[in-house]
């Protein structure tokens, strides 16, 4: 029964990104051609993805409306998430110069590759790399209009506060990717615990609380939810939000490109400061932790050598340290699932979603 709620969620939420894009753009229809080029990446980037951020605004929509559907202002807010979601993908690819996301092209990969069939002027790249920003731009602009209309449907307590949650995490973010940066620009760093900390700090501000608690707290707000309830439902969101983040990092490492939709080590070739590389280099002898530093964040890494960066991640101890790591943060949040006390169909929700932010390959 939870999983067809669920499934029925997502399917609503697919459908409304898709009707957004399209619906909030038909102003410029005049413009032609150029709206359809800028639009088809979003357009193939916004058709798939899991839709997790979408199905736990759900999940605290029930807690805080346990008899009410999933729909109406639910969808309308989940479909904001999902287009803040691609805008942030959009552009993170542009700051990680990734190749590839889902499979696909990235955006800016896309527009370069259009640059270029036609023989345009200038660089390929560089026109790749700004359309890319600015239709990441467009989709933050679009997000925030599906969350406004999401707020009146709710109305102006409920939906004020809503808002006021969909804002804090929207900055929340812009810091956390700022924080990612300058990690990576840092030299690196002697001593293992801080090292580590530093890690913990970006995955919390650039990814789990956005990825899982936010969302939440938009679901439960919509609904009138109460302090004590948004309370207790960060006491949830937060070790969860970690843990995904975490089993995330793993991926990026160790992953496998027919199902990540990314090249193998992509994380190492980025020069990610994960906390799994934090453990690594906390854990390494110097031969290996010279070979860290020297390799990790080479853009022309090989498929060898991020064999032999995995080799080490696992020797060292490191990989089965993070897995703790990751089950620790999993047990914390049911932990507090359980003592938070929800209505059944809430809890029951949260549980399933629990299970595939880290039970996951992909």
Known sequence: MHSTALSDLREAVSERVLTALEDRTARFAHVGTPLTEFLAPARSLLGGGKRLRALLCGAGWAAAAPDASLEGPVVLAGSALELFQGAALVHDDVMDASQTRRGMPSAHRRFALDHAERGWLGRADDYGQASAIVLGDLLLSLSSMEMEEAQAVAGSTAGGRARRTYDAMTAEVALGQYLDIRSQAQPWEDDGDTALARAL?????????????????????????EDDLLAALSAVGLPLGEAFQLRDDELGVF?????????AGDDLREGKRTPLLAMTMRRAGADDRALLRDRVGAADLTGDEVTALQRVMRATGAVEAHERMIEERYEAGLAALEAAALPERAEALLRELAAALVRRAA
């Open 201 to 225: 700090q970006v995955v919390r501000h650039k990814s789990a609380r956005y990825s899982v608690e936010h969302p939440m707290l938009v679901g439960a707000a919509l609904a009138g939810a």
């Open 255 to 263: 992953g496998d490109p027919s199902t990540t939709g990314k090249p």
